[in-house]
Structure formats: structure tokens, C-alpha cells
């Protein structure tokens, strides 16, 4: 079966540090690969998808990067973190490329909280 | 640029009430929709996906059901109970080449014995 790792579960930073959020999936191939962000009291965000290894697409310029450097392996990265940037990321995975009728299954979360 | 909307926002009921959450969505080219529930601090746990050909799908006491032409998904929860607490957030996958579902905002609900 296929499980999806997501750490660490909390993590306090201070402003300016850099960051590094790690998301492995197992048990499947050339999975699509989410990165999300859940902010209080708003909707889920998408930061970031990637539908193989080195793609990357970015939904909202920011002060975050992610890459691929694995098929299943996706990371979100920071330079510098902003106070804006806390909040709860979540990483997905999802089997089929665009071609639908695949359901997304989620990590259990990191909450990022920058002081 | 699909929009998905769910009402009510929140929701609280006593225990044995039978619960219809709502999902609309502005787009009907989608290829199915997933129901999820969200406990808090945690993530997004799959509760039932509706192909777009389908009409209903059914896990334990949830049912869902799909209606693309209104643009709408209903979620049927029988007898609730306190264990079913929760925040309730559907997704519609887009049709057309595009891997990004549209979330919503979710529904909180709060069952009380």
C-alpha cells in the first residue's frame, strides 16, 4: 500500500532563518507531488505542484521554493523566513497525471511557526 | 477559474441527527470530487471519491452524491456521533489536462452528546 511521510510534525523558526520541509511517498511511481498551505482560519493554499522529477510549478510567488530532486521525494524550501510564512504545510500525493479519476491523499502536516 | 463553495461554514448538532453538508462548484468539466474530514492539527483524511460518471458513493454511514449538471455534491452523514467532529472540506478535480483541485473552505462540525 502507499504511504505518504511528511517531517517534521512541528518546527519553531526564527525570522530570517532558512527552511526545509521533507515529503517522501511510498509505494507508488511518478506520483503528482502537492505541497499546500493552511493558514488560521483560512482555506487550503496551494504552494506548489510537480508532476515529475524537476518540474516544478509555483501557484502563488512567494518566499518559498520547492524541487524534486526524487520521483518521490518533494521538498519546500526557504531562504530567509518571513513571519508570514507560519501556518500548517501539508504535503498530497495524487497517481494519475491530469488524466483524473485519482483521489489525493495527504501528510500528516508540519506546523511551522516563525518567531 | 473554478470556485468551490460549502455551506454551512459551521455547524453544530446533538448526537443521532442525520447531517446533509454541502459543495457547490462553478465549473461542471471536473473529474470527480473528493470528500475529505480534517481533525485539527492534522491532516486531510479521504472519506469517499465521486467519479464524474457516477451519481453516489457510499462508505459506512456517509453518502455522497454528485450532481455535475447543478454544479453540486451533498455529504450524508446518518446518526452522527461525537466522534464525527470535525472539519469537512470537498475538492473538485478539474477535467482538461489541469492536476490541481479546487478546494473548499470547509465545514465544521461539532456533534454534542
Known amino acids: 500500500s502507499q504511504t505518504i511521510h511528511q517531517w517534521p510534525a512541528t518546527l519553531v523558526q526564527p525570522v530570517g532563518s532558512p527552511l526545509s520541509l521533507e515529503c517522501t511517498v511510498e509505494?507508488?511511481?511518478?506520483?503528482?507531488l502537492y505541497w499546500y498551505r493552511q493558514a488560521a482560519g483560512r482555506g487550503l493554499q496551494l504552494l506548489f505542484y510537480s508532476v515529475g522529477i524537476g518540474q516544478i510549478s509555483s501557484e502563488v510567488p512567494q518566499n518559498l521554493s520547492a524541487s524534486r530532486p526524487q520521483d518521490r521525494q518533494f521538498i519546500l524550501s526557504s531562504k530567509k523566513l518571513l513571519l508570514s510564512d507560519s501556518g500548517f504545510y501539508l504535503c498530497?500525493?495524487?497517481?494519475?497525471?491530469?488524466?483524473?479519476?485519482?483521489?489525493?491523499?495527504f501528510g500528516n502536516g508540519t506546523r511551522l511557526t516563525v518567531t | 477559474k473554478q470556485e468551490v463553495t460549502q455551506i454551512p461554514a459551521a455547524l453544530s448538532v446533538p448526537e443521532g441527527e442525520n447531517l446533509v453538508l454541502n459543495c457547490s462548484f462553478t465549473?461542471?468539466?471536473?473529474?470527480?470530487l473528493q470528500w475529505f474530514r480534517q481533525d485539527p492539527g492534522k491532516g486531510l483524511t479521504s472519506l469517499l471519491l465521486?467519479?464524474?460518471?457516477?451519481r453516489e458513493q457510499t462508505s459506512g454511514r456517509l453518502n455522497a452524491s454528485l450532481d455535475k449538471s447543478s454544479g453540486r455534491s451533498t455529504l450524508y452523514i446518518a446518526a452522527s456521533q461525537p466522534g464525527d467532529s470535525a472539519t469537512y472540506l470537498c475538492a473538485a478535480h478539474a477535467s482538461g489536462g489541469s492536476y490541481i483541485p479546487t478546494f473548499g473552505r470547509g465545514t465544521s462540525l461539532i456533534v454534542h452528546p
Open positions: 465521486i467519479q464524474s460518471s457516477q
Open positions: 498530497a500525493w495524487s497517481r494519475d497525471r491530469g488524466l483524473g479519476g485519482s483521489p489525493l491523499h
Open positions: 465549473d461542471s468539466a471536473i473529474y470527480n
Open positions: 509505494g507508488t511511481s511518478n506520483p503528482n
